[in-house]
């Protein structure tokens, strides 16, 4: 797949006569149909070209899990601006603009990986060497619908309603402009796409035992991909959506919504029942895997994104500790780190202390050029996930890398499968105690018994999931929680908070949060202070040889940092313990929160003079503005037939 990606990732261009169609993206159409879909080989090198869609920084690559990783609970970015940024950029504080260039780049990959999509279904509907009982032809046919299924749904969460098509653009008329669709009409429609696909594809591990073209696992779409696709667009038709309503929109989710909860659930269990796939390795393993390009068929992992080492792929660079080095080359072979996608400052406090998910998810220190550790001060924490430190020596990128990493996106997870399908079931079944309510449970202690060492599983997993399944309603927050801790820095947790209906009061205690803290450390000890006097402002730690030992730091050969307690403020332990202070977020010149505390979720909520957090009310919130806008270029292409809304 890799080597098929570099080669091929041009041949639409060199199969095409390329013209611009109303999204002014490439459109590949007009080529040689007899030609490419003649025989089974030529089809799966055209395949691999809608895969090398996935593959830009301006989508996947990178974009996906940064540029548009909203501010919440879980992923934050600070913002140091009262105005937004002129460029239009600051879509993570909810006040981004219609012609930032990411926006335009994000919308373009989409439409790009859609058209290549539709090129390639229909030319293989149409092939001369197309059968339906062909079981490659099938399974590619699955996969380039699953491909535009995954494009469009992630338009849909991210735009709402979206132009929606299912042909090549070549079959359309030249100055057509393809209509606005409603997002439900969209979900609704690639939800029975997918199931009708379903049935001629492959199980990951059997795409990978020797099939004459298709053998790459779960770097391609296999059926149990295609069940899970389901179920994450049946949440997402399920549940909440904003809708261009009112003076700031409207939350809703449709009256048939548990026609879709019936749905995830059904599919959901049909990847749990298939036996494909499990959550054998440790947690950490998962993703010091990806780091070493390391593939799983068989593990968590149900479908990830191949990308190309020294050639795509921002993961494990904009991921991690911030690496410093001079003039961006480092004294060791794993080159510097940006470290940017950021973690919210109090995240690593909201997880139990056993759980070991949170050491390898949350970092508190990075390296400076003379490969020194340093302590994190600021206003987030480092997302350790996929962190190029992980990567063993023998794969390390060399002193001189940045981006282009290589390092796999784990799109779809077992996990994520576990939790959908406990969520779904105590929707529909009105809690556990229906028919399906015990297998959720198990689905739920699954995740939980994989955070927690086998000496923990009594009172951590038993006890804890026994207690939560008391009531519907304790059991979805244990999940609302569960989700928070388990895809913590993989941006998933703004969308699931839209679905659920929480992004606003999640939004509004994160700036509270933020706030309170920032207020006492200035004298001003607001309601709710209280909950914060524990914190460690003053934290302990001392800077020691690397132990060697990979089970607690996947690094083995950089000097590591020692903390005295993490977690609470202590008095000062003695001689070889050096202090640096955090939460150093007030500005006694100003008498006021520093800028970042009061402007980082401003789209939403801000202070400062011009501040609106002491007239909302928990209670009444409005929704948060998490909807991108459509990008200039598209409104100008389509003659004014696109209009923003949301305030854009």
Known sequence: MRKYILILSTLFLFLASCKKNFLDVNSDSKYETDYVFSNKEEINRVLTAVYASLMSNDSYGNAYFSTFALNSDVEFTPFAGELPNVNGEDFRAFDGAQHAPSVQRFWNKQYEGIERANIFISGIENSPVFSTSDKDLTQMLGEAKVLRAMFYHDLVVMFGDVPFNTEPAM??????????????????????????????????????????????????????????????????????????????????RMPDYKDYYLTAMQYADSVISSGTHKLGKAYRD????????????????????????????????????????????????????????????????????????????????????????????????????????????????????????????????????????????????????????AKALDAFKQVRRRAF????????????????????????NAIVQERKWEFGGENMRWKDLVRWNLYSKVVYDSFKEYLIVASMVGGDFMDGSEAYQSL??????????????????????????????????????????????????????????????????????????????????????????????????AIQLSNGAYKNQYGY
């Open 171 to 252: 079959n359309l008329k030249s100055n057509f402009v393809i209509p606005v669709t409603d997002r439900n009409e969209i979900l609704s429609f690639l939800i029975n796409d997918l199931k009708g696909a379903a049935a001629g594809m492959k199980y990951a591990s059997k795409i990978e035992d020797g099939d004459a073209y298709i053998d790459e696992g779960v770097e391609r779409a296999s059926k149990a991909f295609c069940y899970s696709m389901i179920a994450r667009m049946a949440l997402t038709r399920g549940g909440y959506a904003l809708y261009s309503e009112g003076t700031r929109g409207t939350m809703k």
């Open 286 to 437: 998962v993703f010091i895997d990806q780091t070493n390009n390391v593939v799983n068929n068989n593990d968590d992992p149900i479908f990830e994104i191949p990308f190309l080492r020294n050639n795509s792929s921002n993961l494990g660079n904009i991921t991690g500790p911030r690496v410093e080095g001079v003039e961006n080359v480092t004294n060791h072979m794993w080159g510097v780190i940006n470290g940017g996608m950021r973690l919210n400052a109090f995240y690593a406090y909201s997880f139990d202390r056993a759980d070991v998910r949170k050491d390898y998810t949350v970092g508190t220190w990075g390296y400076d050029a003379a490969g020194v550790p340093q302590v994190l001060v600021d206003y987030s924490l480092y997302n350790n996930k996929w962190a190029k430190l992980w990567a063993d020596p023998s794969r390390a990128l060399g002193s001189q890398s940045q981006g282009g990493t290589g390092i796999n996106l784990p799109y779809m997870r077992y996990a994520d499968i576990l939790l959908m399908y406990a969520e779904a079931v105590n929707e529909v079944e009105d809690g556990l105690s229906g028919p399906h309510g």
């Open 453 to 476: 060492v086998e000496a923990d599983h009594a009172t951590k997993v038993e006890s804890y999931t026994n207690a939560a399944a008391a009531s519907k309603e304790s059991f979805f």
């Open 536 to 633: 460690p402002f003053n934290k302990f730690f001392r800077r020691v040889a690397n132990p060697g030992n990979k089970e607690i730091y996947p690094n083995t050969t950089l000097p590591i940092i020692e903390f005295y307690n993490p977690w609470e403020g202590v008095l000062h332990p003695g001689t070889g313990w050096e202090m640096t202070t955090l939460y150093s977020w007030y500005n006694e010149d100003t008498s006021m929160p520093r800028a970042q505390i009061l402007y980082s979720f401003r789209g939403f909520i801000k202070g400062g003079p011009t501040g609106n957090w002491e007239s909302m009310d928990r209670n009444g919130l409005p929704p948060v503005r998490y909807i991108l806008p459509f990008p200039n270029q």
